[in-house]
């Protein structure tokens, strides 16, 4: 469930050989670093830094204050933000420097990848660079005039929810009535209950296939960056769009590979040889 | 011969007075006051008292340990989900296993322990007495509380002409569960405003207490329920990882806030 964005930076057009992650709490480095092994496997030649400390000197009130006004309380209120508050500010201070976990805190994305934008090296103008939240991404559709979860925006730089991975591509679809029948029934919403029941069949926090979704979903920015084309139509492909979890997991865990076309783009990327940019 | 040494009615008098009086004398000024004396106020105490902190938990009834000693409908077993077992390890509290991500351990073994490691860590008790006010200072910071007993509360109105106390502090931690009594005293005055947001992420309602729990104002931390309360987090189940953890973390907070007025 990816949302691309209207603007990019100008320098992030052009061929980008090497990859930056920034990964803003180090509570996910584990599943950051499985990711980047598995990279490693699609294309040895790819040049990967992974920095934990990027925002570490920017908890400051004015920062602190942007991000709250990214805060959405209504999905379906487009303006409609978090009230300001010291506690919030701290909080989001705290967040920044990777002292507390935002997981699940609802955040525009658009206006994320913005202010992270403002926070990340000059020096990473050069790079693909990855940032990885744990803050839950949403972006507003037209379509249907409200915010949607989403695990990826793209843009400069590409912004990966870790709590996207696991809110954004909907469960399956029996999942959802099982759930209903549970609410209706008064028992109440059994969430471990249904995890086990439809055990497998969605990435649930800390699900040990972390590690490899993310994987699939650097590789798509690392295309964005390159192509901006970061998908591809077949289904067991790591660059699918995946809409629902089942997709998601067939195709970056179940594959976990690239298509052959995109397999040699990639390796054509990394080594220098045919250029890919698509403008 | 009798058992018991001689002591007359009046130096038992005598002795509680002077080491009840003895005791205010030092609560007028602590480090850190803490208001609710349940799980997270008791664990947030007793980490600060360990590290030589100056700590008073007051507590508004005749018990300390909150909830803590029930586990959820009259039933009591207390559950905590992993990694809170660890804390129970640390306080010598035995438990089983329910399964790899549940422990169970009775709720009296569980709260006994814990106010006892509070207490033996140093931390001062005032209980029946309850929040009544805040002490401002310069920019609206929190720098104490006014109490008063908590049976005047229950008086009659036409004789409740009871006056408070109040005691200064560095810090002052809010653990006074969903009721966030300071949180709101604070909304009250149009100093804080408590967001309302939802919290989208059901099942990680027990994390969402931790990772919030902080400084909410200047001089303020909330811990425990009250962060759910301040933060607008979704309730939990009777499972008590959390709070113990929130304890945990307004303690560092607390910890980082003094060495920062220290300098």
Same mark, same amino acid.
């Given at each position: ?28 480095? @584990? ?5 980047? @092994? ?5 294309? !040895? ?29 209504? !999905? ?5 933000? !978090? ?51 744990? $803050? ?14 989403? &695990? ?6 590409? &912004? ?10 909907? $469960? ?19 969430? $471990? !209950? ?16 972390? @590690?490899?979704?993310?994987? @699939? ?63 | ?9 009046? #130096? ?6 002077? +080491? ?7 609560? *007028? ?31 508004? =009834? ?6 803590? %000693? ?8 207390? /559950? ?20 790899? *991500? ?27 007495? +309850? ?6 200072? #310069? ?8 109490? =008063? %007993? /908590? ?6 109105? +036409? ?20 009721? *966030? ?34 400084? *909410? ?38 910890? +980082? ?7």
């Amino acid at each position: 469930m990816p949302s691309k964005s209207s603007r990019r930076c100008p320098s992030d057009v052009g061929r980008k050989k090497s990859l930056r992650v920034i990964c803003e709490n180090p509570a996910n480095l @584990g599943f950051v670093r499985t990711a980047v @092994g598995l990279l490693k496997d699609h294309a !040895a030649q790819l040049k990967i830094t992974v920095q934990t400390d990027a925002f570490s000197d920017y908890g400051t009130d004015e920062i602190a204050e942007a991000l709250v006004s990214l805060r959405l309380t209504d !999905a379906t209120k487009r303006e409609e933000r !978090a009230i300001d508050s010291f506690a919030l500010r701290e909080f989001e201070k705290r967040a920044l420097t990777g002292s507390s976990r935002s997981r699940g805190v609802p955040c525009e994305g658009v206006g994320l990848m913005k202010l992270y934008l403002k926070l990340i090296p000059s020096s990473c103008a050069e790079e693909a660079c990855v940032v990885i939240t744990d $803050r839950l991404i949403m972006t507003w559709s037209d379509d249907d005039l409200r915010y949607h979860a989403r &695990v990826v925006v793209f843009g400069f730089p590409n &912004v990966i929810s870790m709590s996207g991975l696991v809110e954004a591509p909907a $469960r399956p679809r029996e999942y959802y009535l099982a759930k209903q029948a549970l609410d209706y029934s008064g028992i109440g919403v059994a969430d $471990r !209950a249904l995890s086990e029941q439809f055990s497998g069949r969605f990435i649930e926090a800390d699900d040990e296939r972390t @590690g490899q979704v993310l994987a @699939g979903y650097m590789l798509q920015c690392f295309f964005y960056h390159n192509t901006l084309k970061p998908f591809c139509r077949s289904k067991d492909c790591a660059l699918y769009n995946a809409h629902w979890q089942e997709e998601m997991i067939r195709a970056q865990v179940m594959s976990g590979k690239l298509c052959d076309r995109h397999q040699r783009m990639l390796e054509e990327m990394v080594s220098g040889g045919k250029d890919h940019q698509i403008v | 011969m009798t058992i018991f040494a001689k002591a007359s009615e009046s #130096e038992v008098t005598k002795a509680i007075v002077s +080491q009840f009086s003895r005791d205010m004398e030092e609560f *007028a000024t602590m480090d850190v006051i803490i208001i609710g004396g349940g799980p997270s106020g008791l664990m947030a105490a007793r980490d600060l008292a360990l590290k030589g902190v100056k700590v008073l938990v007051v507590e508004r =009834n005749n018990y300390l340990g909150g909830g803590f %000693w029930i586990g959820g409908f009259l039933m009591n077993t207390i /559950t905590v989900r992993a990694p809170a077992q660890k804390v129970l390890d640390e306080l010598g509290i035995k438990y089983t296993a329910f399964s790899k *991500a549940l422990y169970c351990t009775p709720g009296p073994l569980a709260c006994s322990k814990l106010i006892a490691a509070a207490c033996e860590a140093g931390v001062k008790m005032l209980n029946m007495a +309850q929040f009544d006010d805040l002490v401002m200072r #310069e920019k609206n910071r929190v720098g104490g509380v006014v109490i =008063n %007993w /908590t049976p005047v509360s229950a008086l009659p109105r +036409q004789i409740t002409c009871v006056d408070p106390v109040a005691f200064e502090s560095k810090l002052v931690i809010d653990a006074t569960g969903h009721d *966030a009594v300071i949180v709101r005293k604070l909304e009250e005055r149009g100093l804080i405003k408590v967001p309302g947001f939802g919290a989208m992420w059901v099942e990680q309602s027990e994390d969402a207490v931790v990772e919030h729990s902080g400084l *909410a104002h200047p001089g303020l931390i909330v811990i425990g329920m009250a962060v759910s309360t301040t933060f607008g987090l979704p309730r939990m189940g009777p499972t008590f990882g959390a709070m113990l953890l929130s304890g945990r973390k307004g303690a560092q907070v607390a910890l +980082q806030e003094l060495k920062k007025m220290s300098k």
